[in-house]
């Protein structure tokens, strides 16, 4: 009979998701599959064998152009109207709470048949701000997340700062009594933790977030390279006189923004669209906006767009964003320097994040002997670059970007079963 009692530390991440717990003094992660620790949160809906993929399976899926629906950037719907809206998908109508549980419990599962352990109870990782300081979804959203983690079946869940938890695991005990800034900048936002280290635990001193995250960095990407290519800023014929207008941009915005993806896949957005390519002055563009919505290729090129931000990041000069999926040979090209250009707002909001959590402390960017980085978009040569201005004296360092909220999650979820 399998043991009670544990605790599994989970980082339910925008991008990727991990778990793990402590075993012995050392944390140990769920293999998600073979050799993998990391488990992309990504869902497909397999239309013709009607079944539900989560994860590489999902992704192979979508880019194997099978007949479903494809989600992604589920973490950014917590606290919003859409959590509990049915609607229907394949068989069922459902709620983002219960697909999200599904996944939750998809590793609740592979935990338990892996380890031999029973996990009744989770400690789930959270962003310091889902939405905002001031903003009423706060509450919500973290009430959301917790109904899913019932969904799933856990008996009970506790939340920890995902700064804190990176903190735990970045070795940060190791430099007793220093001061240190942990920044995480995930896929949907950008979090920032002032911590004392001591022997025995982190002491956090303040704690600030953004809803800034990749996937924000990708969208203006998106919005600047590639939907001008699909009709973005054309003119269309005035229906009721000479003259023309600009095309709305709404459509553009969404199909930029990886949460809202699968909601235009409507008979009446499609309608929206050839209305425009119809009132086209040069319909070419905009009957490529068709073609993406009636054959739904809106995450195509999604990744399209994600895979030449970071060739673009490494430095190719040649960096080009492939849109193959629309139309043999189309690309963007997206040069290093766009890239930088294009990601300079966010810049600025991170160094004002970071200053903005120092000042309810008292701290001065001189006193804060290291800054550790963590989460995927922290990778982005913006990030530290940026940051680096206002801290040219600190410990600049990366911890495991992909892994280190889980590890920590699961050192703190041992010492929960301990106590």
Avoid at 38 to 65: E, K, S, V, W, Y
Avoid at 88 to 94: F, P, S
Avoid at 355 to 361: F, K, R, S
Avoid at 369 to 383: A, C, N, R
Wanted: charge should be negative; proline fraction near 5%.
């Amino acid at each position: 009979m399998a043991e009670q009692g544990h605790v599994l530390g989970i980082d339910f991440g925008t991008s990727n998701s991990a778990a793990g717990f402590l075993q012995g003094d050392a944390p140990r992660l769920i293999d998600m599959a073979p050799g993998q620790s990391t488990l992309p949160t990504t869902f497909f809906f397999d239309f013709d064998n009607r079944d539900t993929l989560i994860g590489d399976p999902a992704n192979q899926a979508l880019l194997d152009g099978r007949e479903g629906r494809f989600m992604r950037a589920l973490k950014r719907v917590l606290g919003t109207s859409l959590m509990h809206e049915k609607r229907q998908i394949l068989n069922e109508r459902v709620t983002f709470v219960d697909i999200i549980g599904r996944f939750l419990a998809r590793i609740k599962t592979r935990a338990e048949a892996e380890t031999g352990l029973r996990f009744d109870h989770a400690l789930s990782g959270r962003p310091v701000y889902f939405h905002g300081a001031d903003d009423p979804r706060e509450a919500q959203a973290q009430d959301d997340l917790r109904a899913c983690y019932h969904a799933a079946g856990f008996a009970s869940v506790d939340f920890m700062p995902e700064p804190q938890a990176a903190a735990i695991a970045s070795g940060a005990l190791e430099r007793p009594e220093s001061l240190g800034l942990i920044v995480d900048i995930g896929g949907g936002t950008s979090d920032f933790s002032l911590f004392r280290s001591a022997p025995d635990g982190v002491e956090i001193l303040a704690n600030h977030g953004l809803r800034i995250g990749g996937t924000d960095f990708d969208r203006a990407i998106s919005i600047d390279r590639v939907m001008p290519l699909l009709g973005k800023g054309s003119a269309l014929r005035d229906s009721f006189g000479p003259g023309t207008m600009t095309a709305p941009n709404a459509i553009f915005n969404d199909l930029a923004t990886w949460e809202k993806i699968p909601f235009l896949y409507t008979a009446q957005t499609l309608r929206q669209a050839s209305d425009m390519a119809r009132q086209a002055v040069e319909p070419e563009r905009l009957n490529r906006l068709v073609s993406v919505i009636e054959n739904e290729l809106g995450h195509d090129l999604a990744f399209g767009v994600e895979t030449g931000k970071i060739a673009a990041n490494s430095g190719a000069a040649q960096a080009r964003i492939g849109l193959e999926a629309l139309e043999r040979g189309l690309a963007a090209d997206l040069p290093p320097q766009s890239l930088d250009d294009l990601l300079t707002p966010f810049a600025g909001a991170l160094r004002r994040g970071a200053a903005d959590t120092l000042a309810p402390a008292g701290i001065t960017p001189d006193q804060v002997e290291q800054i550790i980085y963590f989460g995927g978009s922290s990778l982005m040569g913006m990030v530290s670059g940026a940051l680096r201005q206002d801290f040219p004296h600190a410990d600049h360092s990366f911890a495991e970007v992909f892994t280190a909220v889980a590890d920590g999650l699961a050192i703190a979820a041992g010492r929960m079963a301990q106590n």
